[in-house]
C-alpha cells in the first residue's frame, strides 16, 4: 500500500462508480483466468464470491466449477449453502458442497504443519477442507477475498461511526456505557455483540485509531497483562500495534473510516486472510487467486471516499449497486456471515478433550508463557457459558500444538 494519501478520484454519480467497479472486477477475474490447468471458484455464499461467479460467466461460455464448505443440521445457523446454490443455479456452475464435521482433532497437526507457523484465525479450518475438496478437481481456485477490505463489508467500520457520536458523550455517560457492556450476556453465535460492547466501550477516551485496532484484538492490553507472564512479557515490545497505528495515519478524505480500510489492506489482508488461503491451499497443491486483490481494484478502492462505498451506512453498498439485478436478491440482502465455525459450540462439546490436552493447567504452567491461573479461569467462563472464549482460547491451543510439532522434538520445551 503507498504511504501517501491516495487522490479522491473526480466525482461521479453513484451509477458511475457502480458501472466501474463492475467493469474493474469483471476484467481482474478474465487476467485469473489464464490457466494450463482445471480452474473452479471458492463459492461461500455472500456477495463477494457470488460477485466473482458472476463475473466469471460474463467472460466464459464453458464449464464453471464452484466449491463450498457448510455445516448441514450440526451448526445450521452458520450454513450458506443455500445461498451458494442459488448463485450456482443461476449462473450454471457445476456446483461441489463439502460438509463439515467438527473432527478437527485430525486435521490440527496438518493445518499447524501447513502455516509453519503459529496462526490463530479458526477460518483455516474450513479453508483448509474446501481446499482439499476443490483439489480433488481443479488445480486453480478463484476467491472473493478482498471484498470487504476493498468494498466496506465489516460491520466495525460502522462502528467508528458511531463511536465518533459516543465520544461527543459526557465522560461519565461513557464510563457508564463501559460499566453496563461489562454485564451483558454473551452470545453463542457467530456474532457476540456482548464482546463486541465490551470492546466498544474498552477505552472511551482513545483516539479513533486506536479504538479501531482495539477492536480487531482477541487479547487487549489490560487482558495480556494478566494472561501473559513476566518471562513472555519481557520479549514483548513496547508497542504490538505500530504498524496498524501507521497505516491508519494514511487514512484520508476526512474520514477516519478510510483509516481502518488502510489498516485492514495493510494487515488484516496481507498478514492474516491471503497467507490463510495460501498457506491451506498449497497444503493441497492447489492455487487461489483473488480478483479483488488486483492493484487496479484496490487503487480505485482508495479513490472511493467510505461513504462512497457504504453509502447510507449500507456494508458494501457499492457493490452491491453494481450486482443488483445480477445476483440474486436474496443473496444481496443476506446479512453477512464470513467464512466462521461454530467454534464456541464445537470447544465445549465435540473439541473438548482438545481443550483440556492443549490447555491443561500443568501443560500452562510447564511452557512458562501464559499464566495458569488466568487460562483456566477462561476455560472456566467459557465452558459454563458465563463468557464466551473461543477466538482467545483458540489462538492458545494453536500456540501448544505448533510448540508440540516445532518445539518438542527433543523434550518439552519452556520458556522457564
Not at 53 to 75: K, L, N, P, Q
Not at 241 to 250: K, N, S, Y
Request: aromatic share 8%.
Amino acid at each position: 500500500m503507498p504511504p501517501s494519501v491516495t487522490p479522491p478520484r473526480p466525482r461521479v454519480t453513484r451509477e458511475e462508480s457502480a458501472a466501474a467497479v463492475r467493469a474493474g472486477l469483471r476484467e481482474a477475474v478474465r487476467l485469473r483466468l489464464e490457466s494450463d490447468v482445471p480452474l473452479g471458484v471458492f463459492l461461500s455464499g455472500g456477495v463477494d464470491s457470488s460477485a466473482v461467479v458472476a463475473s466469471m460467466r460474463e467472460v466464459t461460455s464453458g464449464r464453471i466449477a464452484t466449491f463450498s464448505v457448510g455445516f448441514g443440521r450440526a451448526a445450521p445457523t452458520y450454513d450458506e449453502l443455500p445461498y451458494a446454490r442459488l448463485v450456482a443455479r443461476r449462473f450454471a456452475t457445476e456446483h461441489h458442497e463439502e460438509i463439515l464435521e467438527p473432527d478437527v482433532q485430525a486435521i490440527l497437526p496438518e493445518i499447524v504443519r501447513g502455516f509453519d507457523e503459529p496462526f490463530a484465525d479458526s477460518s483455516a479450518i474450513p479453508t483448509y477442507v474446501v481446499a482439499q475438496a476443490t483439489a480433488r478437481h481443479v488445480k486453480v481456485a478463484l476467491s472473493g477475498i478482498g471484498g470487504d477490505e476493498t468494498f466496506g463489508g465489516y460491520p466495525r467500520y460502522l462502528g467508528l461511526r458511531v463511536s465518533a457520536l459516543h465520544a461527543r458523550l459526557p465522560r461519565w455517560l461513557r464510563h457508564a456505557s463501559r460499566s453496563l457492556a461489562a454485564h451483558l450476556p454473551d452470545s453463542a453465535s457467530s456474532r457476540n455483540w456482548a464482546d463486541w460492547a465490551r470492546r466498544f466501550t474498552a477505552e472511551p477516551d482513545a483516539a479513533p485509531g486506536d479504538r479501531y485496532v482495539g477492536w480487531t484484538r482477541f487479547f487487549g492490553d489490560a487482558q495480556l497483562a494478566i494472561l501473559t507472564t513476566p518471562a513472555l512479557a519481557a520479549h514483548l515490545g513496547p508497542n504490538v500495534d505500530e504498524l496498524q497505528q501507521r497505516a491508519f495515519a494514511t487514512g484520508g478524505h476526512g474520514d477516519p473510516v478510510d483509516g481502518a480500510f488502510r489498516v485492514d489492506l495493510a494487515a488484516y489482508l496481507p498478514d492474516d486472510l491471503l497467507t490463510m488461503a495460501d498457506r491451506m491451499s498449497m497444503a493441497s497443491s492447489l492455487e487461489v487467486r483473488a480478483p479483488f486483490c488486483d492493484h487496479r481494484i484496490i487503487e480505485e478502492s482508495l479513490r472511493l471516499s467510505p461513504r462512497a462505498k457504504m453509502p447510507g451506512g449500507r456494508l458494501k453498498g457499492l457493490l452491491k449497486t453494481a450486482f443488483a439485478g445480477v445476483l440474486p436478491e436474496e443473496v444481496l440482502a443476506h446479512r453477512k456471515q464470513g467464512f466462521m465455525i461454530p467454534l464456541g459450540d464445537w470447544l465445549r462439546r465435540d473439541l473438548r478433550p482438545t481443550l483440556d490436552d492443549l490447555l491443561a493447567p500443568d501443560c500452562v504452567r510447564m511452557r512458562g508463557l501464559f499464566n495458569a491461573d488466568t487460562v483456566e479461569t477462561m476455560k472456566l467462563e467459557h465452558l459454563t457459558g458465563a463468557r464466551t472464549h473461543a477466538d482467545r482460547l483458540w489462538t492458545l491451543m494453536m500456540a501448544e500444538q505448533w510448540m508440540r510439532e516445532y518445539l518438542d522434538q527433543h523434550g518439552r520445551w519452556s520458556l522457564r
